[in-house]
């Protein structure tokens, strides 16, 4: 879905995006499943908090190696266009689910954002555990209507000339942004590269950014 480019009152009463909210339905109802499944002994406590060891494992610094290998080698770039989830695993990140990874390219005419308007599903073998906004009512809906008003309450001011791409993951599906790479930047190394990204540019609601005299 695209942002249509239509003009916002910016003086209207938006629901601020926070991480104050009480837990929602689908996660009250995630923990009622999980401990009836534990009461009837389909699975244990030791399976769960293994699957929590290795979601807690995975970190947004995967993610950042593979958009710095794509910035750098142009052959890996286009197999990871093509499928996000075969490229994630020539560089050794497994994935531990039947998820497909789309990988959406920003360019000078189009900004990606990735949002879960169901949940908070999200790239987690190579993103780790979505951040609390993520999972908000507020940015689950307002990333689809406004997306340019809520990027703007992220600092990121995209041109009325740039589309803005909303994509909704889903239970099979996830999405990663691949940020365009910031000028000045010729010199670094892919190490330097990736210790430029962050979890949010990987989402959308930011740019990548690089001051070379601060470096």
């Known amino acids: 879905m695209s942002d249509h480019n239509h003009d916002h009152d910016h003086d209207h009463d938006h629901t601020p995006i926070t991480a104050d909210e009480k837990p ?3 996660e009250t109802l995630e923990t009622a499943i999980r401990e009836l499944l534990v009461e009837h002994k389909l699975f244990g406590a030791d399976e769960i ?13 995967l993610g950042a190696k593979v958009v710095a290998r794509a910035w750098t080698d142009p052959e890996f770039k286009k197999r990871l266009l093509e499928n ?3 490229a994630c695993e020539e560089l050794g990140i497994t994935f531990y689910d039947d998820t497909q990874l789309i990988v959406l390219e920003n360019t000078p005419s189009v900004h990606n954002l990735i949002v879960c308007t169901l949940c908070s599903c999200y790239p987690r073998p190579v993103l780790g555990l979505p951040p609390d906004w993520y999972k908000l009512k507020p940015y689950r809906a307002r990333a689809v209507y406004e997306p340019r008003a809520v990027l703007e309450e992220f600092g990121t001011f995209i041109p009325q000339n740039v589309e803005i791409r909303v994509s909704d993951s889903t239970a099979v599906v996830r999405y990663l942004v691949l940020p ?3 000028e000045g930047t010729d010199a670094l190394t892919e190490q330097q590269l990736a210790d430029l990204v962050t979890r949010d540019a990987m989402i959308g609601v930011i740019p990548v950014t690089y001051n070379k005299e601060a470096a």
């Open 84 to 86: 996000g989830r075969t």
């Open 49 to 61: 908090r293994r699957q929590i060891e290795v979601l807690d494992s995975r970190t947004p610094a």
């Open 180 to 182: 365009l790479r910031p």
């Open 24 to 26: 929602g339905y689908y």
